[in-house]
């Protein structure tokens, strides 16, 4: 049936209809066929429906290029949308390497601090530690006979004190930069007058050369003994 009318396959044929021109196919079989058309849909009907004009086949295009159309925006829709998830996932990834950097720039800093903080620590021990054992002791400037002759021109033995020989201990500490502190002078028995003069004497005292261990000044703890010859 082609628009209502039946016809044979040849007459179909000579039609010479294009696809662009059916509007509409229907294909009935068995008994939807006979009761349309009863004994003559025994073998089946092929129900053709076509366009009726030029203006309804400028239609059909139209909707068909439309249906086409919209067809292409959703796929292109479909990329635009995974161009921008592909975008978001690399950003996404960018921030978090970011993130990540900077926590380990941030460790990194907290461990360079801790090692610097350690390192002056130690420094920090280290200066004040007192040496009693180095590698070069603290000594008088000019040596031992440096110190003989302080000894012989600053030494006042005219002490109150009964006659006789009396040797005080003075303990004392010779900083990094050759100065004196904690000086402690031994009281001799019968003598009180010597150790306050003996501590004096070291007080009064110039600056010694300070001790070295291991290439550089340190604190340094030593005892000299000051000799008196009470007249």
């Known amino acids: 049936m082609l628009d209502g009318e ?16 059916i509007m509409q196919m229907s294909v009935l079989k068995d008994k939807s066929a006979t009761d349309k058309y009863g004994q003559k849909g025994q073998f089946g009907v092929i129900e053709i429906t076509t366009l009726s004009s030029n203006s309804d086949l400028e239609k059909a295009v139209l909707e068909k290029e439309k249906l ?6 959703k796929q292109l829709n479909k990329k635009e949308q995974q161009l921008y998830q592909q975008e978001k996932q690399k950003q996404l990834q960018s ?17 360079l601090y801790q090692q610097q903080k350690q390192l002056l620590d130690q420094q920090q021990m280290q200066h ?26 600053n030494l006042n033995t005219k002490v109150n004190a009964p006659k006789g020989v ?16 904690n000086v402690i002078a031994e009281t001799p028995k019968k003598c009180p007058a010597c150790a306050q003069e003996a501590g ?6 110039p600056k010694w050369e300070p001790a070295v261990q291991n290439g550089r000044n340190v604190v340094y703890q030593t005892v000299k003994e000051i000799t008196f010859n009470v007249d």
Do not use: C
């Open 6 to 21: 039946q016809m044979s396959w040849k007459e179909f044929g000579e039609k010479n209809l294009q696809p662009e021109q």
């Open 166 to 181: 009396y040797t005080v201990h003075v303990q004392f500490i010779v900083n990094e930069d050759g100065s004196i502190r």
């Open 68 to 73: 086409k159309i919209l067809q292409q925006e």
């Open 95 to 111: 921030e978090q390497q970011l993130y990540k950097q900077e926590q380990l720039k941030q460790q990194q800093s907290q461990q």
């Open 200 to 205: 004096n004497l070291i007080k009064k005292g």
């Open 128 to 153: 004040n530690k007192v040496f009693t054992k180095v590698e070069h002791p603290a000594k008088f400037p000019g040596g031992d006979e440096a110190w003989k002759i302080y000894l012989e021109r």
